[in-house]
């Protein structure tokens, strides 16, 4: 099969375009990989008698029941009853009225023995920038520990320093390999949004709304605070 010498150039000009955007687009994940690496340099924690206590505990959300979910749940609540954080923030996704990870989260963590009135819960932590942000903007904490595994601390914590937020982390356990495989290749994209997200776009939360003390004036209300409309 013969091209003619139209054909020729334009087949060479869309194999320069595809591989100059292939490699923009490893430009990228390498450069917002280093740059959230770097962020959590010497603030993320592994074990509990190690890291420094703080006043609240922000866990982000997964999907209620996987892998993720309860690991987070189990390196949260080992966190309050070794006395390294008095009060758990739980942020996570309940946009559907059949999905609702703040209150599962909640829920977990009291059969794991952490008292409802030591769980506030946030209903609009639709994304990591959103827990993170609205930890300080609504909840009024700038000094938080953030619990969930390592990749995705890095990533939170990297966006905490982007907002004028303290944060440290502590890694809740992974789930075996082979059931982390897509969500690692997920998290390279997740940490180019993140760079464009706080670096370029200064991304604001979806959803602010009035401002809440975690503390014990508000802790009969805990989880009630937020509650999703009826």
Known sequence: MKFSSRS????????????T?????????YGAD????????????????NIPARKVGLVLGARPDNRFFNRRIEAAAGLYHA???????VSGDNSRADYDEPTAMAEALNRRGVPAAAIFCDYAGFSTLDSVVRAREVFQENRITIISQAFHNQRAIYLA????????GFNAEDPAFRHTQYTLLRERFARVRALLDA??????????GPQVAIGPKDAPRGCNIYAPTP
Do not use: N
């Open 83 to 89: 006395g390294k954080v008095s009060w758990l923030l």
């Open 199 to 208: 670096r370029w776009l200064r991304r604001e939360p979806h959803f602010l």
């Open 21 to 29: 955007g292939a490699l923009l687009s490893a430009m990228a994940i």
């Open 34 to 49: 280093r740059a959230v690496t770097h962020a959590a340099a010497g603030r993320l924690y592994d074990t509990v008698d």
């Open 161 to 168: 320093q982007h907002y004028g937020i303290d944060a440290i």
């Open 8 to 19: 020729k150039r334009g087949l060479t000009l869309a194999a320069v375009i595809i591989l």
